[in-house]
């Protein structure tokens, strides 16, 4: 008898979960339509490390984060390719969603949030994930309710810190002070305004905020 007996291999194969006819593809059931796989989504809005009880009907799935019958998030798959690709988010509870969130670009990442940060029933945040990686580096911010985002946080390098804040402090426009991290060690330390273009006076502690 050799090193490797064919019955000790045999009583091995046996003793799995899994059935040498279920371990078996033939040509035929390589191609069989019932073997294709479904998307089954999970989501958890809220954060808190529970998956939210879900609800699923011709693409629209209405999420319920604190499980009390009342959905506080809808997510819509758009295209049909089984993947949610736009939600909407009543964070606060009030029974209006002031957040939607939507994969622009189709990788299946979300990387738009568009917030309404005072609860007027306008978007006044914008946040952006500009090289789809998951997180956002860009956030924007009508601070005055004028329409147009007045204030916009960057992180250019994907590094997680702040890079540049530009401020336009008299909604014509135009920025009239830039922030910026010059050496990339995670502080702001160089400003440009209108009155001190040249000017490298500004030391701010900031963080990975994003």
Known sequence: MSEYDDASVEEDVTTDDYTAEEDTYTAEDTYDDTSVSTVTETFDVDGDGIEDST???????????????????????????GISDELLVDADGDGTFESYASDSDGDGLIDTY?????????????????????????????TNNDGYADVVA?????????????????ADGVSDTVLTDSDGDGFLDTTYTEATPEGDSFQSQTGQVF
Request: proline fraction near 0%.
């Open 55 to 81: 609800v699923t009907a011709d693409g629209v799935t209405m999420i319920d984060t604190d499980y009390d019958g009342e959905a506080d998030a809808i997510a819509t798959d758009t295209d049909g390719d």
């Open 154 to 170: 960057t992180d250019t390098n994907a590094d997680g810190f702040l890079d540049e804040i530009s401020v336009d402090s008299n």
């Open 114 to 142: 568009e917030s309404d940060t005072d609860g007027d029933g306008y978007t006044d945040q914008v946040s952006v994930d500009t090289n789809a990686d998951g997180y956002v580096d860009q956030v924007a911010t009508d």
